[in-house]
């Protein structure tokens, strides 16, 4: 694609993400268009087609013609998280590029699946951590980087839905949960403020008796990870309780809070304190979905890995694995080493304005606010 101006995406899959920021984000990503839509749902296919002027829409039994189709260049994946992988290695054999919604998939070895298939077919594969480009997560690692707040010691986090029953996030075969779902943002947050991978987990799980949304996942989780330099990481998410979204990381001369850590709804506010000197700075709500794709775009045209990669997904699924047998077994787990190679930096920001949908079909909030 050296000769190439822009890359041409499929979105596979049009739930409440997908409709809500993914197809408006292509309005303004740079050398980045949509080209064509795949789902199930017929009335979404027109009407979604008819709101973005896109008159290509394939069924999910037409997805391979879509890949052989010449009309796409790449797909972005926002399907249920146990179709991921099945989506993505299709994609990668086919010779098309990938960007897949996280978690990157349900296990451990759909992850390295998902990474040989691109690997073999020389494809690209980056999983849509569109923090790695947002301002105020940037700065806080630059704020480790430097020195300013000393060496990191402890991250803590909460972060929290009320999720509405029937949601897709409440359904074990689809690979729900609060783990998969939101404690993934945990734990990024933590490998990329402390720069490395833990070594060893330990999470308890609830699930209240009396309430039916959680026959099948748990409610709450509470996680501790032990990283290599004795530092320490400590969360808990929920699908039952009102919305809460922060983390603080202590460090020897300082400290760093960062408000709405995780979400894309509302501006952040980080507060910086360094031996005793505070200042707080807020970060205007930006298209962070857009960011990741005009990167990806990018670095398909310039023939670059991107960051994060594949082997960031699975960083974080292995992290999950870990803290899943650890809720089954009530003991903590050790993690064998591993290594992800590149990390984010504050080289990968993105300042995109926001964006609004045009239309939602057939999609609905995973929770009432």
């Known amino acids: ?48 087609g ?34 991921h992988a099945e989506y993505a290695i299709r994609a990668a054999q086919a010779g098309i590029h990938v960007l897949c919604e996280k978690p990157m998939a349900a296990s451990i070895g759909e992850c390295k699946e ?11 594969l980056m999983i849509a951590y569109r923090l790695h480009f947002e301002p105020a997560n940037l700065k806080a690692i630059e704020l480790v980087r430097s020195g300013e707040i000393g060496q990191p010691r402890t991250f803590v986090s909460s972060f929290s839905q009320n999720v509405k029953p029937g949601d897709i996030r409440l359904k074990e075969d689809l690979a729900g949960g609060p783990l998969m779902d939101m404690s993934i943002y945990q734990i990024n947050a933590a490998r990329y403020l402390f720069r490395d991978e833990p070594t060893e987990v330990m999470a308890f799980a609830t699930k209240p008796a009396g309430d039916d949304r959680f026959r099948e996942v748990y409610e709450s989780v509470a996680a501790l ?12 998410t929920s699908f039952g309780g009102a ?86 077994e009530n003991k903590p787990v ?19 304005p926001p964006v609004k949908s045009k239309k939602i079909v057939h999609a609905a909030a995973p929770t009432a606010s």
Request: with cysteine; net charge negative.
């Open 225 to 236: 990870l032990r990283f290599p330099d004795d530092q320490i990481a400590a969360f808990t």
């Open 334 to 352: 050790s993690l064998v080493p591993f290594e992800v190679g590149a990390r984010p930096s504050g080289e990968q920001e993105m300042k995109l």
């Open 114 to 124: 998902m990474i040989r298939a691109a690997e073999g077919a020389g494809t690209l």
């Open 50 to 83: 008819e709101a973005y002027k896109i008159p290509r829409t394939y069924s999910y039994e037409e997805f391979d013609r879509v890949l052989v189709s010449e009309e796409v260049d790449a797909v972005y994946i926002s399907l249920p998280n146990s179709m």
């Open 243 to 328: 919305a809460s979204d922060e983390w603080q990381l202590v460090g020897t001369r300082g400290a760093v809070n960062l408000k709405h850590a995780f979400e894309y709804h509302e501006e952040k506010e980080m507060t910086i304190i360094v031996e005793g000197e505070q200042k707080t700075e807020s970060f205007p709500k930006l298209d962070q979905f857009g960011a990741e794709i005009q990167y990806f775009s990018d670095c398909i045209l310039e023939g670059k890995n991107p960051e994060p990669s594949g082997q960031e997904g699975l960083a974080d699924i292995r992290v999950i694995e870990g803290l899943l047998k650890s809720i089954e």
């Open 1 to 48: 694609m050296a000769d190439a101006k822009s890359v041409r995406y499929a979105v596979v899959g049009l739930g409440w993400i997908a409709q809500e920021v993914v197809l408006p984000a292509f309005e303004h990503s740079a050398h980045s268009e949509l080209t064509a839509l795949v789902t199930g749902d017929a009335e979404k296919a027109r009407e979604l």
